[in-house]
């Protein structure tokens, strides 16, 4: 289970609604629990020169930015959202391809430019497949 605000959720609705129709990506910053407790997002520029509507990819530049931002926070980088224009809010094959077991991933649904579902995926390391977990979403 993963737990944020509204607020958060808001501002991954907003990213996606700003790179539509090509797809948003960001870093989930937080604590490690049960649930993940995600205390902050940051955006992250899509380095895709290709097929930015499907896909996404993170410099490792960016990827050791976040990683830094989190641990002066003393937070844990606990994964990455990012929006799937004109898609349903479900881990693609290529999600899957490029994702690791340790970390949480959000997808955010935006239909002809309206943010929609947000949903939760886990990759198990037994099976290799995406397994989706609940959202708490809290007030404030
Ligand atoms: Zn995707």
């Given at each position: 289970?993963?737990?944020?605000?509204?607020?958060?959720?808001?501002?991954?609705?907003?990213?996606?609604?700003?790179?539509?129709?090509?797809?948003?990506?960001?870093?989930?910053?937080?604590?490690?629990?049960?649930?993940?407790?995600?205390?902050?997002?940051e955006?992250i520029?899509?380095?895709?020169?290709?097929?930015?509507?499907?896909?996404?990819?993170?410099?490792?530049?960016?990827?050791l930015?976040?990683?830094?931002?989190?641990?002066?926070?003393?937070?844990?980088?606990?994964?990455?959202?990012?929006?799937?224009?004109?898609?349903?809010?479900?881990?693609?094959?290529?999600?899957?391809?490029?994702?690791?077991?340790?970390?949480?991933?959000?997808?955010?649904?935006?239909?002809?430019?309206?943010?929609?579902?947000?949903?939760?995926?886990?990759?198990?390391?037994?099976?290799?497949?995406?397994?989706?977990?609940?959202?708490?979403?809290?007030?404030?």
């Amino acid at each position: 289970m993963i737990s944020l605000s509204k607020d958060l959720m808001e501002r991954i609705r907003s990213h996606g609604r700003e790179t539509y129709p090509e797809e948003c990506v960001g870093a989930l910053l937080g604590r490690k629990g049960e649930p993940a407790h995600v205390v902050s997002v940051e955006r992250i520029d899509n380095i895709r020169t290709a097929e930015r509507a499907r896909r996404y990819e993170i410099s490792p530049q960016d990827y050791l930015r976040v990683e830094g931002l989190a641990a002066e926070k003393s937070l844990a980088l606990l994964g990455f959202y990012h929006s799937h224009p004109d898609h349903p809010a479900a881990p693609s094959a290529y999600d899957r391809e490029h994702a690791f077991p340790f970390f949480h991933y959000l997808v955010c649904a935006v239909a002809g430019g309206r943010p929609g579902d947000v949903t939760a995926w886990t990759l198990s390391e037994d099976t290799g497949e995406f397994e989706r977990e609940p959202i708490l979403e809290e007030e404030a």
